[in-house]
């Protein structure tokens, strides 16, 4: 009976200790790298100082797909241009029922363009919504000068490092972005756990349920939920630079008035640096 009652007190005991050093390693693994750290290497993984800040001008396809009712897809061109905070991204396809989107911040304001005459795609609405995402220059990731990761201090934003998570399969590092001021908008960063190449980022804003008024208590109501994902990938050279050929957005919405779940495509071939861009080009009309 006291050699069983042993033998289970060391089987607790290992237990216990593989649990312990199980948690030490996690916790270590969480803590071992500083986000100073982090954030040098990756400006490191996109290439010299110099170049980082250079003006873009990057062309390629854009397919859109819409999940939801009424289904379907096209196929299509797009353009993506940055010059210091101003950017701009602009995808045209061949369909009445959604011929364009327009993303534009000419340094002080941000506009999408109306996709046919008087409505903005479920895309523009969001963004322009939610206007801090396309001002703080985080659209677009590391294919844009504007990038607010290149220079924080002017940003005055703040990352907070919070660990390693498993997305796809793949491991990354979990960064939060925390822009100054009040926004309504959870603002994640991944990064590749090795590289640091920036490949993901995560944008979540839940509008709480109207208080409704006595009269509108049989009408339901429900908070709104609103998603988008920003996805980078295929990183090759262009210049000095290493950059994503594939830049993927999607976007899901659940609110009382329905769901929408959408994605676009960017495969980017061409790319142009340090050409003069005009300013206007960055000024989107509503025309």
Not at 124 to 134: C, D, P, Q, R, W
Not at 146 to 159: F, G, H, I, T, V
Request: include cysteine; glycine fraction near 6%; aromatic fraction near 8%.
């Amino acid at each position: 009976m006291k050699a069983t009652s042993l033998c289970s007190a060391i089987v607790v005991v290992a237990c216990t200790s593989v649990f312990l050093s199980s948690a030490r390693s996690s916790s270590s693994a969480t803590d071992k790298i500083k986000v100073e750290d982090l954030l040098t290497r990756h400006l490191q993984s996109i290439g010299p100082e110099k170049s980082r800040r250079s003006s873009r001008i990057i062309s390629g396809t854009s397919q859109v797909i819409f999940r939801t009712t009424p289904s379907g897809q096209a196929i299509g061109k797009a353009v993506m241009a940055s010059d210091g905070s101003k950017t701009l991204i602009g995808m045209s396809f061949p369909s009445p029922i959604y011929p364009r989107e327009q993303l534009g911040f000419d340094g002080n304001a941000f506009m999408a363009a109306f996709a046919t005459p008087g409505n903005r795609s479920a895309l523009g609405s969001f963004l322009m919504a939610n206007e801090m995402i396309s001002k703080q220059g985080l659209m677009g990731g590391t294919l844009s000068s504007a990038w607010p990761l290149l220079d924080m201090s002017a940003r005055k934003a703040e990352l907070e490092y919070v660990g390693t998570k498993k997305i796809d399969g793949r491991m990354l590092h979990e960064v939060k972005y925390l822009p100054r001021g009040t926004t309504d908008v959870k603002v994640t960063l991944y990064f590749a756990e090795n590289t640091f190449e920036h490949v993901r980022t995560e944008y979540d804003r839940v509008i709480p349920a109207p208080m409704g008024k006595v009269e509108y208590a049989n009408v339901q109501e429900r908070e709104g939920r609103y998603k988008m994902v920003e996805e980078f990938s295929l990183f090759k050279s262009e210049g000095d630079l290493n950059l994503p050929h594939i830049y993927t957005i999607k976007l899901s919405v659940d609110t009382v008035n329905g769901t929408f779940l959408a994605d676009w495509t960017i495969k980017l071939t061409n790319f142009e640096f340090n050409q003069k861009i005009d300013p206007a080009a960055f000024r989107i009309t509503l025309d």
